[in-house]
Protein backbone atom coordinates (compact mmCIF):
# COMPACT_ATOMS: atom_id res chain seq x y z
CA UNK A 1 0.00 0.00 0.00
CA UNK A 2 1.49 3.65 -0.92
CA UNK A 3 2.85 5.53 2.22
CA UNK A 4 0.31 7.66 3.00
CA UNK A 5 -0.49 9.01 6.56
CA UNK A 6 -2.79 6.66 7.22
CA UNK A 7 0.08 3.40 6.91
CA UNK A 8 2.46 5.39 8.87
CA UNK A 9 -0.56 5.32 11.36
CA UNK A 10 -0.91 1.64 10.85
CA UNK A 11 2.80 0.88 10.98
CA UNK A 12 3.84 2.58 14.09
CA UNK A 13 0.60 3.10 16.35
CA UNK A 14 -1.65 0.06 15.29
CA UNK A 15 0.78 -2.89 16.30
CA UNK A 16 -0.35 -5.38 18.65
CA UNK A 17 1.47 -6.14 21.53
CA UNK A 18 2.75 -9.48 23.07
CA UNK A 19 -0.61 -9.66 24.38
CA UNK A 20 -1.60 -8.56 28.23
CA UNK A 21 -2.88 -10.24 31.56
CA UNK A 22 -5.73 -10.50 33.85
CA UNK A 23 -5.24 -9.29 37.67
CA UNK A 24 -5.53 -12.75 39.14
CA UNK A 25 -3.12 -12.83 41.81
CA UNK A 26 -4.09 -15.16 44.63
CA UNK A 27 -2.26 -14.99 47.63
CA UNK A 28 -3.68 -16.73 50.30
CA UNK A 29 -2.89 -14.74 53.87
CA UNK A 30 -4.43 -17.56 55.45
CA UNK A 31 -6.90 -16.59 58.06
CA UNK A 32 -6.24 -12.52 57.69
CA UNK A 33 -9.28 -10.16 57.28
CA UNK A 34 -8.83 -8.65 54.00
CA UNK A 35 -9.32 -4.90 54.43
CA UNK A 36 -12.25 -3.08 53.04
CA UNK A 37 -11.55 -2.51 48.84
CA UNK A 38 -11.10 1.64 48.21
CA UNK A 39 -13.22 1.90 45.07
CA UNK A 40 -11.76 5.17 44.04
CA UNK A 41 -12.34 4.94 40.21
CA UNK A 42 -15.33 4.56 38.44
CA UNK A 43 -17.09 4.75 34.80
CA UNK A 44 -20.36 3.75 33.50
CA UNK A 45 -21.42 2.38 29.99
CA UNK A 46 -24.69 3.82 27.88
CA UNK A 47 -26.50 2.36 25.15
CA UNK A 48 -28.35 4.95 23.01
CA UNK A 49 -30.74 4.75 20.13
CA UNK A 50 -32.21 7.24 17.64
CA UNK A 51 -35.03 7.88 19.83
CA UNK A 52 -33.17 9.63 22.42
CA UNK A 53 -33.55 6.51 24.96
CA UNK A 54 -30.57 5.60 27.14
CA UNK A 55 -30.57 2.22 28.50
CA UNK A 56 -27.57 0.77 30.89
CA UNK A 57 -24.59 -1.11 28.61
CA UNK A 58 -23.84 -3.78 30.34
CA UNK A 59 -20.50 -6.24 29.76
CA UNK A 60 -18.37 -3.75 28.43
CA UNK A 61 -14.64 -4.64 28.65
CA UNK A 62 -12.77 -1.73 30.59
CA UNK A 63 -8.63 -2.70 30.31
CA UNK A 64 -6.43 -1.02 32.36
CA UNK A 65 -3.05 -0.33 30.73
CA UNK A 66 0.32 0.70 32.20
CA UNK A 67 2.09 3.36 30.87
CA UNK A 68 3.70 1.70 28.18
CA UNK A 69 0.00 0.18 27.23
CA UNK A 70 0.40 -3.01 28.12
CA UNK A 71 -2.71 -4.18 29.78
CA UNK A 72 -2.45 -5.06 33.95
CA UNK A 73 -6.46 -5.69 34.69
CA UNK A 74 -9.41 -6.68 32.53
CA UNK A 75 -13.16 -6.09 33.86
CA UNK A 76 -16.41 -5.64 32.63
CA UNK A 77 -19.16 -2.86 33.54
CA UNK A 78 -22.07 -4.56 35.86
CA UNK A 79 -25.67 -5.31 34.34
CA UNK A 80 -26.55 -1.32 35.72
CA UNK A 81 -23.55 -0.38 33.08
CA UNK A 82 -21.14 0.85 36.04
CA UNK A 83 -17.89 -0.45 37.28
CA UNK A 84 -16.17 0.85 40.44
CA UNK A 85 -12.49 -0.49 41.60
CA UNK A 86 -9.37 0.66 43.24
CA UNK A 87 -7.02 2.01 40.59
CA UNK A 88 -3.95 -0.05 41.09
CA UNK A 89 -0.58 2.26 41.33
CA UNK A 90 0.44 1.41 37.95
CA UNK A 91 -2.63 2.28 36.00
CA UNK A 92 -1.62 4.81 33.59
CA UNK A 93 -4.19 4.85 31.11
CA UNK A 94 -7.45 3.24 30.60
CA UNK A 95 -9.86 1.31 27.52
CA UNK A 96 -13.56 0.67 27.15
CA UNK A 97 -14.75 -1.46 24.56
CA UNK A 98 -17.97 -2.04 23.01
CA UNK A 99 -20.14 -2.53 19.76
CA UNK A 100 -21.91 0.37 17.80
CA UNK A 101 -24.85 -1.73 16.09
CA UNK A 102 -26.90 -0.38 13.32
CA UNK A 103 -30.00 -1.60 11.73
CA UNK A 104 -30.46 -4.06 14.79
CA UNK A 105 -33.60 -5.30 13.56
CA UNK A 106 -33.01 -5.86 9.92
CA UNK A 107 -28.99 -6.10 8.85
CA UNK A 108 -26.98 -5.45 11.74
CA UNK A 109 -23.96 -3.68 11.15
CA UNK A 110 -21.59 -3.97 14.05
CA UNK A 111 -18.90 -1.83 14.39
CA UNK A 112 -15.95 -2.31 17.36
CA UNK A 113 -15.59 0.53 19.39
CA UNK A 114 -13.09 0.91 21.87
CA UNK A 115 -11.95 4.11 23.80
CA UNK A 116 -8.78 4.67 25.28
CA UNK A 117 -8.27 7.54 27.82
CA UNK A 118 -4.66 8.59 28.27
CA UNK A 119 -2.38 9.66 31.68
CA UNK A 120 -5.48 8.31 33.80
CA UNK A 121 -5.97 9.30 37.72
CA UNK A 122 -8.20 7.81 40.26
CA UNK A 123 -11.42 9.46 40.04
CA UNK A 124 -15.07 9.47 38.40
CA UNK A 125 -14.31 9.33 34.66
CA UNK A 126 -18.14 9.39 33.83
CA UNK A 127 -20.03 8.35 30.98
CA UNK A 128 -19.01 6.52 27.68
CA UNK A 129 -21.93 5.86 25.19
CA UNK A 130 -22.23 3.11 22.35
CA UNK A 131 -25.03 3.82 19.35
CA UNK A 132 -27.74 0.84 19.22
CA UNK A 133 -29.92 1.82 16.31
CA UNK A 134 -33.70 1.90 16.27
CA UNK A 135 -35.74 3.24 13.16
CA UNK A 136 -39.14 2.29 15.19
CA UNK A 137 -38.98 5.43 17.15
CA UNK A 138 -42.59 6.84 17.86
CA UNK A 139 -44.30 9.60 16.64
CA UNK A 140 -47.94 10.88 16.70
CA UNK A 141 -47.69 13.59 13.91
CA UNK A 142 -48.91 17.27 14.20
CA UNK A 143 -49.55 19.21 11.33
CA UNK A 144 -48.91 23.05 11.30
CA UNK A 145 -50.44 25.25 8.30
CA UNK A 146 -49.32 28.77 7.83
CA UNK A 147 -52.27 29.95 5.70
CA UNK A 148 -53.60 32.45 8.12
CA UNK A 149 -50.03 34.51 8.10
CA UNK A 150 -50.03 34.08 4.54
CA UNK A 151 -53.15 36.11 3.77
CA UNK A 152 -51.42 39.05 6.50
CA UNK A 153 -47.83 38.63 5.80
CA UNK A 154 -47.01 38.64 2.45
CA UNK A 155 -43.88 39.89 2.48
CA UNK A 156 -42.70 37.57 5.67
CA UNK A 157 -41.38 34.14 6.01
CA UNK A 158 -41.23 31.73 9.03
CA UNK A 159 -37.88 30.09 9.81
CA UNK A 160 -37.80 26.54 11.09
CA UNK A 161 -34.93 24.55 12.59
CA UNK A 162 -32.88 27.13 9.99
CA UNK A 163 -34.66 26.40 7.54
CA UNK A 164 -37.30 29.11 5.39
CA UNK A 165 -41.04 27.77 5.53
CA UNK A 166 -43.10 28.77 1.91
CA UNK A 167 -46.27 30.18 3.94
CA UNK A 168 -48.51 30.15 1.02
CA UNK A 169 -47.61 26.18 -0.13
CA UNK A 170 -45.76 24.63 2.56
CA UNK A 171 -47.15 22.09 5.77
CA UNK A 172 -44.48 21.40 8.55
CA UNK A 173 -45.46 17.65 10.53
CA UNK A 174 -43.86 17.38 13.84
CA UNK A 175 -43.80 14.91 16.70
CA UNK A 176 -46.13 15.40 19.80
CA UNK A 177 -42.96 13.61 21.64
CA UNK A 178 -40.90 16.86 20.79
CA UNK A 179 -43.44 18.55 23.55
CA UNK A 180 -42.73 22.05 21.61
CA UNK A 181 -41.45 24.07 18.71
CA UNK A 182 -39.93 27.06 17.69
CA UNK A 183 -40.81 29.22 14.86
CA UNK A 184 -39.23 32.56 13.94
CA UNK A 185 -41.23 35.49 11.96
CA UNK A 186 -39.20 37.41 9.46
CA UNK A 187 -40.07 40.28 7.31
CA UNK A 188 -37.78 40.82 4.39
CA UNK A 189 -36.66 44.04 5.48
CA UNK A 190 -35.75 42.83 8.86
CA UNK A 191 -37.81 45.70 10.70
CA UNK A 192 -39.95 42.89 12.37
CA UNK A 193 -38.86 40.02 13.89
CA UNK A 194 -40.84 38.10 16.52
CA UNK A 195 -40.62 34.51 17.65
CA UNK A 196 -43.14 32.05 19.05
CA UNK A 197 -43.13 28.73 21.35
CA UNK A 198 -45.53 26.24 19.92
CA UNK A 199 -46.96 23.53 22.82
CA UNK A 200 -47.40 20.44 20.80
CA UNK A 201 -48.89 17.74 23.54
CA UNK A 202 -52.68 16.69 22.67
CA UNK A 203 -52.34 18.97 19.24
CA UNK A 204 -53.12 17.44 16.04
CA UNK A 205 -53.45 20.23 13.90
CA UNK A 206 -52.23 23.45 14.27
CA UNK A 207 -52.95 26.74 12.43
CA UNK A 208 -50.30 28.94 12.48
CA UNK A 209 -51.64 32.80 13.11
CA UNK A 210 -50.14 35.89 14.37
CA UNK A 211 -50.86 35.78 17.81
CA UNK A 212 -48.11 32.63 18.60
CA UNK A 213 -45.99 34.93 17.67
CA UNK A 214 -45.88 36.87 20.80
CA UNK A 215 -41.54 36.41 21.23
CA UNK A 216 -39.85 39.92 20.98
CA UNK A 217 -36.46 40.21 19.04
CA UNK A 218 -33.51 41.45 20.22
CA UNK A 219 -30.60 42.22 17.49
CA UNK A 220 -27.18 40.40 18.23
CA UNK A 221 -23.97 42.67 17.48
CA UNK A 222 -21.46 40.61 16.27
CA UNK A 223 -17.62 41.83 17.29
CA UNK A 224 -15.18 41.64 14.07
CA UNK A 225 -14.36 38.25 12.79
CA UNK A 226 -12.24 37.12 9.73
CA UNK A 227 -14.21 37.83 6.75
CA UNK A 228 -14.56 34.06 6.11
CA UNK A 229 -16.21 32.49 9.19
CA UNK A 230 -20.13 32.70 8.76
CA UNK A 231 -22.66 33.41 11.56
CA UNK A 232 -25.45 31.61 13.73
CA UNK A 233 -27.34 31.99 16.70
CA UNK A 234 -29.38 29.17 18.64
CA UNK A 235 -31.02 28.71 22.08
CA UNK A 236 -31.62 26.16 24.42
CA UNK A 237 -34.42 25.20 26.39
CA UNK A 238 -35.16 22.79 28.88
CA UNK A 239 -36.80 20.36 25.68
CA UNK A 240 -35.11 21.66 23.07
CA UNK A 241 -30.97 22.19 22.66
CA UNK A 242 -31.08 23.77 19.55
CA UNK A 243 -34.55 25.84 19.52
CA UNK A 244 -34.49 28.96 17.25
CA UNK A 245 -31.98 28.04 15.22
CA UNK A 246 -30.85 31.09 12.30
CA UNK A 247 -27.63 31.12 10.61
CA UNK A 248 -26.27 33.16 7.60
CA UNK A 249 -23.50 33.04 4.89
CA UNK A 250 -23.86 36.60 4.29
CA UNK A 251 -24.71 39.85 6.29
CA UNK A 252 -28.10 38.70 7.35
CA UNK A 253 -29.12 40.37 10.99
CA UNK A 254 -29.20 37.55 13.58
CA UNK A 255 -31.25 37.94 16.96
CA UNK A 256 -32.29 36.21 20.03
CA UNK A 257 -35.83 36.29 21.73
CA UNK A 258 -35.47 36.56 25.67
CA UNK A 259 -39.10 35.68 25.76
CA UNK A 260 -39.02 32.05 24.66
CA UNK A 261 -35.69 30.81 25.21
CA UNK A 262 -33.67 30.31 28.37
CA UNK A 263 -29.91 30.72 27.29
CA UNK A 264 -29.22 31.48 23.95
CA UNK A 265 -25.30 30.43 21.56
CA UNK A 266 -23.92 32.28 18.88
CA UNK A 267 -20.92 31.04 16.78
CA UNK A 268 -18.55 31.71 13.99
CA UNK A 269 -17.51 29.01 11.82
CA UNK A 270 -15.64 27.85 8.83
CA UNK A 271 -15.49 24.96 6.14
CA UNK A 272 -12.27 24.32 4.43
CA UNK A 273 -11.94 21.64 1.85
CA UNK A 274 -8.73 20.29 0.78
CA UNK A 275 -6.62 17.68 -1.12
CA UNK A 276 -3.19 17.28 -0.02
CA UNK A 277 -1.14 14.09 -1.78
CA UNK A 278 -4.27 12.00 -2.42
CA UNK A 279 -5.22 12.73 0.73
CA UNK A 280 -8.91 13.99 1.64
CA UNK A 281 -9.07 17.16 4.56
CA UNK A 282 -12.03 17.98 5.87
CA UNK A 283 -11.95 21.27 8.52
CA UNK A 284 -14.11 23.02 10.60
CA UNK A 285 -13.54 25.89 12.90
CA UNK A 286 -16.59 26.38 15.47
CA UNK A 287 -16.55 29.23 18.45
CA UNK A 288 -19.53 29.87 20.72
CA UNK A 289 -19.96 31.81 23.21
CA UNK A 290 -23.36 32.79 25.53
CA UNK A 291 -25.42 35.94 24.37
CA UNK A 292 -25.76 38.45 26.98
CA UNK A 293 -30.02 39.92 27.13
CA UNK A 294 -28.88 43.13 25.54
CA UNK A 295 -27.50 40.73 22.18
CA UNK A 296 -24.15 42.69 22.59
CA UNK A 297 -20.97 39.94 22.05
CA UNK A 298 -17.74 39.54 23.13
CA UNK A 299 -14.67 38.91 20.87
CA UNK A 300 -14.87 35.43 19.89
CA UNK A 301 -11.86 32.66 20.81
CA UNK A 302 -11.14 31.01 17.24
CA UNK A 303 -8.84 28.39 16.40
CA UNK A 304 -7.45 29.03 13.36
CA UNK A 305 -4.78 27.41 11.01
CA UNK A 306 -1.93 29.34 11.49
CA UNK A 307 1.91 28.74 11.59
CA UNK A 308 0.94 26.82 15.62
CA UNK A 309 -1.59 25.07 13.66
CA UNK A 310 0.95 23.54 11.25
CA UNK A 311 3.84 23.02 13.41
CA UNK A 312 1.78 20.62 15.77
CA UNK A 313 0.18 18.39 13.09
CA UNK A 314 3.53 17.72 11.45
CA UNK A 315 5.28 16.91 14.84
CA UNK A 316 2.33 14.85 15.42
CA UNK A 317 3.26 12.95 11.82
CA UNK A 318 6.90 13.08 11.95
CA UNK A 319 6.39 11.30 15.64
CA UNK A 320 4.25 8.52 14.29
CA UNK A 321 6.73 8.20 11.92
CA UNK A 322 9.75 8.27 13.45
CA UNK A 323 9.32 7.31 16.85
CA UNK A 324 8.80 3.59 16.83
CA UNK A 325 6.32 2.11 19.72
CA UNK A 326 5.52 5.87 21.17
CA UNK A 327 3.66 8.32 19.91
CA UNK A 328 4.33 12.08 20.82
CA UNK A 329 1.69 14.82 20.37
CA UNK A 330 1.92 18.28 21.64
CA UNK A 331 -1.19 21.10 20.69
CA UNK A 332 -0.95 23.33 23.56
CA UNK A 333 0.88 26.11 21.26
CA UNK A 334 -2.42 26.22 19.14
CA UNK A 335 -4.42 27.69 21.67
CA UNK A 336 -3.74 29.17 25.17
CA UNK A 337 -7.38 27.72 26.38
CA UNK A 338 -6.78 24.32 24.63
CA UNK A 339 -8.11 21.93 27.20
CA UNK A 340 -8.49 18.44 25.16
CA UNK A 341 -7.67 16.53 22.49
CA UNK A 342 -9.34 13.22 20.69
CA UNK A 343 -8.03 10.95 17.59
CA UNK A 344 -9.88 9.22 16.45
CA UNK A 345 -8.99 5.98 13.80
CA UNK A 346 -11.58 4.38 11.79
CA UNK A 347 -11.28 1.66 9.45
CA UNK A 348 -12.76 -1.89 7.62
CA UNK A 349 -10.36 -4.72 8.19
CA UNK A 350 -10.28 -7.95 6.90
CA UNK A 351 -12.89 -7.22 4.31
CA UNK A 352 -16.19 -6.63 6.85
CA UNK A 353 -14.85 -5.69 10.14
CA UNK A 354 -15.72 -2.12 11.33
CA UNK A 355 -13.07 -1.13 13.71
CA UNK A 356 -13.16 2.70 15.43
CA UNK A 357 -10.30 3.89 18.27
CA UNK A 358 -10.62 7.14 19.98
CA UNK A 359 -8.05 8.43 21.72
CA UNK A 360 -8.40 11.17 24.66
CA UNK A 361 -6.16 13.25 26.59
CA UNK A 362 -4.51 16.27 27.44
CA UNK A 363 -3.25 18.96 24.66
CA UNK A 364 0.01 17.22 24.82
CA UNK A 365 0.78 13.95 25.79
CA UNK A 366 2.52 10.22 24.73
CA UNK A 367 0.63 7.47 22.96
CA UNK A 368 1.93 4.17 23.55
CA UNK A 369 2.21 1.06 21.60
CA UNK A 370 -1.14 -0.35 23.13
CA UNK A 371 -2.29 -3.75 23.63
CA UNK A 372 -5.62 -4.51 23.52
CA UNK A 373 -5.38 -8.49 24.09
CA UNK A 374 -7.88 -10.45 22.67
CA UNK A 375 -10.64 -7.69 23.23
CA UNK A 376 -10.04 -5.51 20.12
CA UNK A 377 -7.87 -7.11 17.11
CA UNK A 378 -5.21 -4.31 15.40
CA UNK A 379 -5.33 -6.05 11.44
CA UNK A 380 -1.49 -5.53 10.48
CA UNK A 381 -2.73 -6.20 6.85
CA UNK A 382 -6.09 -6.55 4.60
CA UNK A 383 -6.78 -2.47 6.16
CA UNK A 384 -8.92 -0.29 3.66
CA UNK A 385 -11.58 2.60 4.44
CA UNK A 386 -9.00 4.21 6.81
CA UNK A 387 -10.11 7.85 7.99
CA UNK A 388 -8.43 9.87 11.15
CA UNK A 389 -10.55 12.50 12.76
CA UNK A 390 -8.47 15.18 15.31
CA UNK A 391 -10.90 17.26 16.95
CA UNK A 392 -9.39 20.11 19.13
CA UNK A 393 -11.35 21.81 22.19
CA UNK A 394 -10.64 25.08 24.45
CA UNK A 395 -13.08 26.12 27.46
CA UNK A 396 -12.27 27.80 29.84
CA UNK A 397 -10.15 25.86 31.73
CA UNK A 398 -6.55 27.18 30.58
CA UNK A 399 -5.00 23.77 30.00
CA UNK A 400 -5.92 22.37 33.69
CA UNK A 401 -7.14 18.81 32.29
CA UNK A 402 -7.61 17.06 35.67
CA UNK A 403 -10.30 20.33 35.83
CA UNK A 404 -11.53 20.03 33.06
CA UNK A 405 -12.21 16.28 33.09
CA UNK A 406 -14.36 16.48 36.59
CA UNK A 407 -16.14 18.98 35.54
CA UNK A 408 -17.21 17.29 32.60
CA UNK A 409 -18.30 14.34 34.25
CA UNK A 410 -20.23 16.78 37.08
CA UNK A 411 -21.86 17.81 33.92
CA UNK A 412 -23.51 14.49 32.59
CA UNK A 413 -25.92 14.42 35.48
CA UNK A 414 -27.36 18.19 35.06
CA UNK A 415 -30.01 19.02 32.57
CA UNK A 416 -29.05 20.78 29.51
CA UNK A 417 -29.69 24.24 31.40
CA UNK A 418 -27.75 23.38 34.46
CA UNK A 419 -24.69 22.17 32.31
CA UNK A 420 -24.64 25.48 29.63
CA UNK A 421 -22.45 27.25 32.05
CA UNK A 422 -19.28 29.86 30.34
CA UNK A 423 -16.80 27.78 31.45
CA UNK A 424 -18.57 25.12 28.47
CA UNK A 425 -20.30 27.38 25.96
CA UNK A 426 -18.16 30.25 25.46
CA UNK A 427 -15.59 27.96 23.81
CA UNK A 428 -13.52 27.13 20.42
CA UNK A 429 -13.32 23.64 18.70
CA UNK A 430 -11.11 22.62 15.97
CA UNK A 431 -11.77 19.53 14.09
CA UNK A 432 -9.69 18.15 10.84
CA UNK A 433 -11.27 14.90 9.21
CA UNK A 434 -8.56 13.15 6.61
CA UNK A 435 -9.98 9.97 4.86
CA UNK A 436 -8.07 8.13 1.86
Known amino acids: MQ??????????????????????????????????????????????????????????VVLLHDANGAVIETHNTDAQGNLQLALPNNAKHFTVIGNDISNPQSSPIVTKVAHTQLNIEAMDYGQYFFYYGNDNCSCTNVELTFNEL??????????????????????????????????????????????????????????????????????????????????????????????????????????????????????????????????????????????????????????DMDANFYNAFLSLFSSIENSGSMTQYDFSAINPQLDEVSIKLAWLQNGNEEMDWIIRGAPNATIPEFDFASHFTLAENNVEDLSLLVRLYAYQFDGSYSEYMKTKVARQSQSSIEAATPDFINSAYFRVFARY
Do not use: M
Not at 21 to 31: A, E, I, M, R, V
Not at 39 to 51: E, G, H, R, W
Not at 273 to 282: P, Q
Open 150 to 303: ANTFNNYRVIYNGNNIDLDYETLNVCQEEQSIDLILKSESYGDVRSARINLAGQQYISVNEEHFDGQSTFVQYPNVPYDFHRQVSAINSDNYNAYRNFTFNDEPLYIFNDHADIHRAQVYKFINENINGVDLDLLSFSTQIVPENGVLDNFNII
Open 3 to 60: KTLFTLILTSIFLVGCGGSSSNSNNNDGDKKPPTPVTNFKLSTIAFDDCNTETAYSNA
